[in-house]
Nanobody, 121 residues
């Protein structure tokens, strides 16, 4: 059983910083792309940032220059450093990972339980 466990959310003032972490555990053969998504109340879940196993990154326009995604492949962990936070960044942040359980499987997407980030004005 694969689990993605997020941590690091919380309440911060506008202009502040937070770092989210997401660790994958279980019987995992390999992890391809890892990423962060967010969902604000009344809105659809949206992509924040992704990172491939080789380190290529992709960001939503709304977070470019403020957020940085990184990963530690040995620890099966992805991070999201969030700087210059704005009230509109308030959302539940979800970790996602494309995981192969064995060398014969195709990768499947797994989600964490989500962590709340609240930015006060």
């Amino acid at each position: 059983q694969v689990q993605l466990v997020e941590s690091g959310g919380g309440l911060v003032q506008a202009g502040g910083s937070l770092t989210l972490s997401c660790a994958a555990s279980g019987s995992i053969f390999s992890i391809r792309t890892m990423g962060w998504y967010r969902q604000a109340p009344g809105k659809q879940r949206e992509l924040v940032a992704t990172i491939t196993s080789s380190g290529s990154t992709n960001y939503a326009d709304s977070v470019k220059g403020r957020f940085t995604i990184s990963r530690d492949n040995a620890k099966k962990t992805v991070y999201l450093q969030m700087n210059s936070l704005k009230p509109e960044d308030t959302a539940v942040y979800y970790c996602n990972a494309d995981i192969r359980l064995t060398g014969w499987d195709l990768p499947a997407g797994y989600w964490g339980q989500g962590t709340q980030v609240t930015v006060s004005s």
